[in-house]
Nanobody, 123 residues
Framework: QLQLVESGGGLVQAGGSLRLSCAASERTFAYYVMGWFRQAPGKEREFVAAISRNGGTTKYADSVKGRFTISRDNAKNTVYLQMNSLKPEDTAVYYC????????????????WGQGTQVTVSS
């Protein structure tokens, strides 16, 4: 099973930027649609962004559109989430995940998850 490890989280002021990385354990990474989700305290996990196998198609939650960019480097088995213009409401644990098939926004369409990385945005 594909193992995923996120990194890059931290504490940042509102308006700042962070780049999250998610490293996969196998070269089969290139065959999978990948996504990012987040979970804020007391809330359900929610979709953030997804990217196709070759990176040519992306999908974003309305709340992050125009501020976040998902990308991938299949040679490095890594998917990224560039987060700009961060807001306090972006504070959450961010997870990367492998899709079971198509680009999707529902958790049930993803079957391998990383352990998460904390992002905290101060006002």
């Amino acid at each position: 099973q594909l193992q995923l490890v996120e990194s890059g989280g931290g504490l940042v002021q509102a308006g700042g930027s962070l780049r999250l990385s998610c490293a996969a354990s196998e070269r089969t990474f290139a065959y999978y649609v990948m996504g990012w989700f987040r979970q804020a305290p007391g809330k359900e996990r929610e979709f953030v962004a997804a990217i196709s196998r070759n990176g040519g198609t992306t999908k974003y939650a309305d709340s992050v559109k125009g501020r976040f960019t998902i990308s991938r480097d299949n040679a490095k088995n890594t998917v990224y989430l560039q987060m700009n213009s961060l807001k306090p409401e972006d504070t959450a644990v961010y997870y990367c995940a492998k899709s079971t098939g198509i680009i999707a926004t529902m958790e049930r369409n993803f079957d391998s998850w990383g352990q998460g990385t904390q992002v905290t945005v101060s006002s």
